[in-house]
Structures are given as structure tokens and as C-alpha cells.
């Protein structure tokens, strides 16, 4: 229960931080990439702020702690490698991103402000994170037969 | 087109809070604060431990509902068309599924880490949005 909780006290943390800084209104986002038209550096603040302060928490996190409150160990992605997988999805995130002015971490919370053009992004989104599921289902078969 | 006031103090604010989460979710969780992999988990067929991912999104929706009903103000305006939306909405549900992660997950989170492979992710979808967003509003006028 407590864990249950505490993570949601962590997500009203995170949507709040969202909803203050900008990251869910998609004119603003828009108009951070918008360098040569109508810019808005005020992304580049939320960014800062959100990785300074992750930097040094994340160092005092490892540093003091064995492992997590409620859970048993931290899991944190091992894998070093830069391969076509990557790359091509996250120029993809960011052609979408561009497009719609939505991010996953900025979407979510923006649901709470009930505006419908947010749920017809996050549907979009949804089914598109469950056509990639399938997509790659079929690639690993694909791989085995082969 | 649409002007957007600089706040580079509720954004600087903002952004702290987001890093809080990330800290904190990973001292109590050992969690990424990613939202594809929190999202990703909730989406059928569920994660193992799908009711802390829940939790977390439950939290991070109610929060910006309660600030506006507290008084709070949140500017929102949405430029794209709704075709727009569809098409950039199945684009990054898409892209963040094989890139592994978003903004929140490498560009804040996986940054933090120094992990090579988030940096690369970043910068690739950063360097994308900009390219987009200049194609889109420049040279094809939308």
C-alpha cells in the first residue's frame, strides 16, 4: 500500500513539474524547436533544471543507499551499445514530436488539464506503441525461422 | 504564428520538479522515471509489476487537474490539426517503442546516468524535432 502510494505522490510530483514548466502545452514545445520563427527558450530551462537536478540526486541515491526503499534492487538499463534500433526509433520520436508538439512525459499529464485534443494524441500514441509491440513480435519470429 | 511567453522561471522550476520525481522514484522504486517504459508496462499484456506504474500515472494526471482547480493557471494551445495529432501521436508511440525511451527516460534520466545510449537518443531526437519543425513551418508552410 505504501508503495502504491508514494508512487503515486512521485507521479503528482512529476505531472505538476510538467504542468508548471510548459512541457505539456505543445505551442510552447513547438516554438522551442521554432529557432527561426517564433522561439520560446524556455525548454531549455526545463531541461537544465530537471537534469542538474537528476545528476546530483541520482549520485547521492547510489552513493548512500544499497538499494531502494520498496524494492528489493535499482534497475537501471546496463546495455552501452548505439545500434539501428535505437537511432531510427528516437529519429522517429522526435519526427512525431515535431509534428504534434507532444511528448510521452509531457502528454500524460497534460490529460488532467481534459483538453480532447490531448486524448486524440495519446490514443494515437497508444496504438502506435501496441503496432511497434506487434511489429517486433513478428521480427523476432521472423529472426527465429530464419 | 502562435507566441509563447519566455518563463524561464516556472520553467526552471518545473523542471527541477521533474527531476525531484526521478530522484526520488528511484530511491523508493529503483525506477527510471520514463514514461514510455511506466506507460508501456500498463499497456495489456500488463507488466508483473504493473500497480506502481499505475500509481505513478494516476498521480501524474490528477496533479496538473488539481493545480487549475486550485487556481493555478496552465497555458495550452494546440497549433497542429487533428490529422496532425493522429499521425504525430502513432509516429512517437512508434518511435519511443523501438528507441526505447523519450525525453523524460533518456533526456532527463538516462542523461543523468551518462549512458551512452540515451545520450545518442537524445541528441538524434532532438536534431529531429528542430529538423521538423523547421520543414513543417518554413518550407511547407503549416
Redesign the interface.
Known amino acids: 500500500m505504501m508503495k502504491f502510494v508514494s508512487s503515486m505522490m512521485i507521479g503528482a510530483i512529476f505531472g505538476l513539474g510538467i504542468a508548471i514548466s510548459g512541457m505539456a502545452n505543445p505551442a510552447k514545445v513547438l516554438n522551442f524547436f521554432d529557432l527561426f520563427g517564433t522561439w520560446d527558450p524556455s525548454l531549455a530551462f526545463v531541461m537544465g533544471g530537471a537534469l542538474i537536478t537528476t545528476l546530483i540526486g541520482y549520485r547521492i541515491v547510489f552513493g548512500r543507499q544499497n538499494k531502494p526503499a520498496y524494492a528489493q534492487m535499482f534497475h537501471v538499463p546496463e546495455r552501452a551499445d548505439i545500434d539501428r534500433r535505437l537511432v531510427l526509433g528516437s529519429a522517429g520520436f522526435g519526427v512525431g514530436w515535431g509534428i504534434a508538439g507532444f511528448c510521452p512525459g509531457g502528454a500524460i499529464p497534460a490529460l488532467g488539464l481534459g483538453y480532447s485534443q490531448t486524448f486524440v494524441f495519446v490514443g494515437a500514441m497508444i496504438a502506435g506503441i501496441i503496432l511497434a509491440r506487434f511489429a517486433n513480435m513478428r521480427l523476432q519470429r521472423t529472426a527465429i525461422a530464419l | ?8 522561471v ?27 517504459g511506466i ?2 508496462g500498463i ?1 495489456p499484456p500488463l507488466a508483473s509489476d504493473w ?3 499505475a ?14 482547480a486550485a487556481g ?1 493557471t ?7 490539426t ?1 490529422i ?17 525511451g ?3 527516460g ?8 551518462l ?3 540515451s545520450i ?3 541528441v ?11 520543414v ?3 518550407l511547407l508552410g503549416m
Not at chain 2, 55 to 68: H, M, Q, S, T, Y
Not at chain 2, 74 to 80: D, H, L, Q, Y
Not at chain 2, 124 to 134: D, E, G, L, P, W
Open positions: 504564428m502562435f507566441e509563447t511567453e519566455f518563463t524561464p516556472m520553467s526552471l522550476f518545473g523542471g527541477i520538479l521533474i527531476g525531484l520525481a526521478a530522484v526520488l522514484l528511484m530511491s523508493i522504486q529503483g525506477r527510471i522515471a520514463g514514461m514510455t506507460l508501456t499497456i500497480s506502481w506504474r500509481a505513478f500515472l494516476i498521480g501524474a494526471i490528477i496533479a496538473p487537474a488539481i493545480f487549475v493555478g496552465v497555458e495550452f494551445a494546440v497549433p497542429p487533428t496532425a495529432l493522429i499521425v504525430g501521436g502513432l509516429i512517437v508511440g512508434v518511435g519511443v517503442y523501438f528507441g526505447s523519450c525525453t523524460s533518456h533526456g532527463v534520466c538516462g542523461m543523468a546516468r549512458s551512452p545510449r545518442a537518443a537524445t538524434v531526437f532532438m536534431i529531429a524535432s528542430f529538423v521538423t519543425v523547421f513543417t513551418r518554413h
